[in-house]
Each structure stands twice: as C-alpha cells, then as structure tokens.
C-alpha cells in the first residue's frame, strides 16, 4: 500500500486534471507530497486545517441546488443579444 500525506496547498495546482485551489487540503501519496513541499506549493496540513476542509466540503455540499430536470425543461431559452450583420 502506498504511503499517502495530507498538505494543505501554498498556490494553486493541477491534481489528476483537476484545478486544485490555493488553500485547499489534499490527500496525496507520499512522493508527491514530498515533492510539493520542496518546491513550496504546500506545507503539511494541520488537524485545525483538515476540520475546516471537512466543514467547507459539508457547506458546499448543502449549498449545491439539487438537479431538476423538469425546471431545466421549462426554462426559457437564451435569447441573443447580438446584432446581426
């Protein structure tokens, strides 16, 4: 089993195609870690900033509006605001 590190991020990076903010708290295998802290993207996270990861991601996830697929069906489509030529 690989040996994985959680870092809280010191400038924004791409993890696996992903934009990973400046701020945010990630669990990546060991190398990588090691890796990111050389070149000063990121310092090891502590408790205080893994709870407060937890709590943003638990805030997010109230926040998202569920998908009805009914009221994408009656919304009214974009209307162009451009001039012809």
Not at 36 to 48: H, I, N, P, S, V
Not at 58 to 83: F, L, M
């Amino acid at each position: 089993m690989t040996k994985t590190a959680t870092v809280k991020l010191t400038a924004a990076i791409g993890v696996a195609g992903e934009l990973m903010k400046r701020g945010s708290v990630i669990t990546i295998p060991e190398s990588a870690a090691k890796d990111l802290l050389r070149r000063g993207k990121a310092e090891m996270a502590t408790a205080d900033d893994e709870a407060a990861e937890e709590l943003a991601d638990a805030s997010e996830e109230q926040a998202e509006p569920a998908t009805d697929e009914a009221a994408a069906d009656s919304a009214e489509p974009a209307k162009k605001t451009g001039k012809k030529k």
